[in-house]
């Protein structure tokens, strides 16, 4: 396993730029979309979660509340070169302490369908339909905390 650090990213910080340059390479640019300012803008309310290797900011995610029962994480994205390292693994598990200390039940999800087996391996629960986002197939999937 590499180094890691995981930390909450301040809206608007540095570090949350990198976030969202991060966000931008890895789940948006490939498929020619854009973040729009008022997108980001409803990210104010939002827990942005960071991983770091020595400095650099290597995967993301977010964590939107819902209601008083559920948290829903959004926007996982680890850099290229640090897939398949862990790295994915050490951000959803230190999301689901986070949504604990929120005090919530459920963590749910929009997984792309080609991350569904990823999510499964953390023992994340399915749906069996399938629905469109961003352009692609989409599986809404959950964790009981
Ligand atoms: C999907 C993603 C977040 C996973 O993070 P990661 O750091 O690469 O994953 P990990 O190294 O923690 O992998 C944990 C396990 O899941 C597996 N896994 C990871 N991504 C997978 C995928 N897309 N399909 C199948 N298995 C996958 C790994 O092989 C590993 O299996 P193992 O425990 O048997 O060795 C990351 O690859 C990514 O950013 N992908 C592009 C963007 C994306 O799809 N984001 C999710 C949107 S819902």
Request: glycine share 4%.
């Amino acid at each position: 396993m590499i180094d890691l650090q995981l930390q909450r990213l301040s809206f608007a910080s540095p570090a949350y730029a990198l976030s969202i340059s991060l966000r931008h390479s890895i789940l948006r640019a490939p498929l020619g979309l854009n973040f729009s300012l008022a997108e980001l803008q409803l990210e104010h309310e939002q827990i942005h979660l960071g991983a770091w290797h020595i400095d650099e900011l290597v995967g993301c995610l977010v964590l939107a509340p819902i209601d008083q029962y559920a948290v829903r994480m959004r926007q996982v994205a680890v850099r290229e070169d640090f897939q398949q390292k862990g790295v994915g693994t050490a951000l959803v598990r230190y999301s689901e302490e986070v949504a604990r200390e929120h005090d919530v039940d459920t963590l749910t999800l929009h997984a792309r369908k080609s991350a569904v087996p990823f999510y499964q391996k953390l023992g994340y629960q399915e749906d069996a339909e399938e629905f469109m986002e961003v352009g692609i197939p989409h599986i809404r999937m959950w964790l009981s905390l």
